[in-house]
């Protein structure tokens, strides 16, 4: 597998970034969709992105350098060096989210229906760059049988094909699963406006799809004896589901103001009704 694409004056241009990058376009281009649904202006929203997307890069490699720094304790100039891979995408989601919640602060704009909009192109653009671990025969799983690889394309069967053994593609497995919660988030976005259900329905679908999938990885970034990937996709179902709960509270209140404010009405009604025949 080779994980340069082409060179330019000597410097090796490789899949992986190729990969960030598409993806990162395709979602700022699916943000006209998701701004036009949340009534929000589509110009702020890519220049957040400008501030955003390299800050969020950093977060990623800082996030990924912290629990893998016995890697690059002996060669510290290797932490900069990001073409071969090493972003983790939990720290590119907080530094971007803090960023967003800066910004939207500073412009005095939601930042529920900010990150709402987000949302999908942050997934599918995660979607699309998991294939550059693949290109870079990295975030894979354990060993697998020849019987059970056949059933995928040749292609990902020679991609992971390491050493003559064969690994589960655990960044396919991702990317797809990624896929359909993109999918889900665009249905939720066109068809409800509850602010903030669109972006954590993606912090909570995105983290069910990490944990199970982390648990077949073999590289995960270690907190202890635990993976870290898998407790903060924990986190991330745990504040997903608190905030459908919160949700289902205000609404249940709003029905049952709405109701009693009906109920008043129609009685007030009935009393000047009965006075006028008096």
């Given amino acids: 597998m080779n994980s340069t694409a082409f060179s330019i004056l000597g410097l090796a241009v490789r899949w992986y970034g190729i990969c960030i990058a598409v993806g990162a376009l395709l979602g700022i281009l699916t943000a006209k969709y998701s701004c036009r649904q949340k009534d929000i202006s589509y110009s702020s929203f890519t220049d957040l992105v400008l501030i955003a997307l390299p800050i969020g890069l950093v977060g990623a490699r800082i996030y990924y350098v912290i629990f893998a720094f016995s890697d690059y304790k002996d060669n510290l100039l290797d932490i900069f060096n990001i073409r071969e891979g090493g972003l983790a995408i939990h720290g590119g989601i907080i530094f971007g989210l803090l960023t967003a919640f800066v ?3 500073i412009k005095k704009i939601s930042f529920l229906k900010v990150a709402d909009a987000a949302a999908p192109s942050i997934i ?12 870079n025969q990295e975030a894979h799983g354990g060993p697998v049988s020849y019987d059970y690889i056949k059933h995928f394309p040749s292609f990902i069967q020679k991609g992971m094909n390491i050493g003559g053994i064969y690994y589960h593609p655990t960044f396919l497995y991702e990317s797809l699963w990624n896929l359909c919660v993109f999918a889900v988030l665009i249905l939720i976005i066109r068809k409800n406006k509850t602010d903030g259900l669109t972006a954590f329905t993606y912090v909570g679908l995105y983290s069910v799809g990490r944990f199970i999938i982390e648990g077949l990885r ?32 205000q609404s249940r209140r709003m029905h049952k103001d709405s109701t009693g404010s009906i109920d008043n009405t129609d009685s007030a009604d009935s009393t000047d009704s009965t006075d006028s025949i008096d």
């Fill in 218 to 249: 073999t590289d995960s970034l270690m907190a202890g004896p635990f993976r870290a990937a898998q407790l903060v996709s924990l986190c991330g179902v745990i504040i997903w589901i608190v905030f459908l709960i919160i949700r289902s509270v």
């Fill in 103 to 105: 910004y939207t602060r």
């Fill in 124 to 135: 599918l653009a995660q979607a699309i760059g998991r294939w550059g671990n693949f290109f």
